[in-house]
């Protein structure tokens, strides 16, 4: 079968929302035609689909290094590789005791290569918010939000901060007039 019969067969699995066997008849159609970068690419969005996102970076790559022309093959890339950093910082943030440290310059890493990874700036803000760093915890949750609008837990998690910032805020000023007295 030829590549284009395959791309075919992998978008009506598409289409039933059966990505596995999408990823099957792009491969395929890789076999059939492996220089053909989009089949690369089609691949690889399949496969992130999926979940799988070390096959996904794979094939992404590859659609890149085929035929770098396509400026959608190196955001996707990108997007890809940013989730990839946020699956290595949720593993430092799950260690015990938490690897905050590390996790961190991944996080940073991952919001710079895809600006509208939510998970990125949330989890970013968070850890801030543990660390007692209130303003840049603010900051990224407001990210979190203008990127996800109704995410409940990122709208908590600025109040909350907000609320934090104002009460040492007050607390501060508070000091500042007894000692004036």
């Given at each position: 079968m030829d590549g284009e019969s395959c791309v075919k067969k992998a978008y009506e699995h598409i289409l039933?929302?059966?990505?596995?066997?999408?990823?099957?008849?792009?491969?395929?159609?890789?076999?059939?035609?492996p220089g053909n970068a989009g089949y690369h690419y089609k691949c690889a969005i399949s496969c992130s689909r999926s979940g799988k996102w070390s096959k996904a970076h794979r094939y992404a790559m590859l659609a890149v290094e085929l035929d770098g022309?396509?400026?959608?093959?190196?955001?996707?890339?990108?997007?890809?590789?940013?989730?990839?950093?946020?699956?290595?910082?949720?593993?430092?943030?799950?260690?015990?005791?938490?690897?905050?440290a590390e996790a961190l310059p991944l996080l940073r890493l991952a919001a710079e290569k895809d600006?509208?990874?939510?998970?990125?700036?949330?989890?970013?803000?968070?850890?801030?918010?543990?660390?007692?760093?209130?303003?840049?915890?603010?900051?990224?949750?407001?990210?979190a939000i203008r990127i996800d609008p109704g995410h409940s837990a990122a709208r908590r998690l600025f109040a909350d901060v907000n609320r934090k910032r104002r009460a040492l805020r007050d607390g501060i000023k508070e000091r500042h007039r007894k000692r004036n007295r």
């Open positions: 039933n929302s059966d990505f596995e066997q999408a990823i099957e008849w792009f491969e395929q159609a890789i076999a059939a035609d022309s396509h400026p959608e093959y190196g955001f996707y890339l990108q997007t890809i590789e940013a989730k990839l950093n946020v699956i290595a910082a949720e593993q430092f943030i799950k260690a015990i005791p938490p690897l905050h600006p509208l990874s939510f998970e990125a700036f949330f989890l970013m803000a968070m850890i801030y918010a543990e660390l007692g760093e209130l303003d840049a915890a603010a900051a990224n949750a407001r990210e």
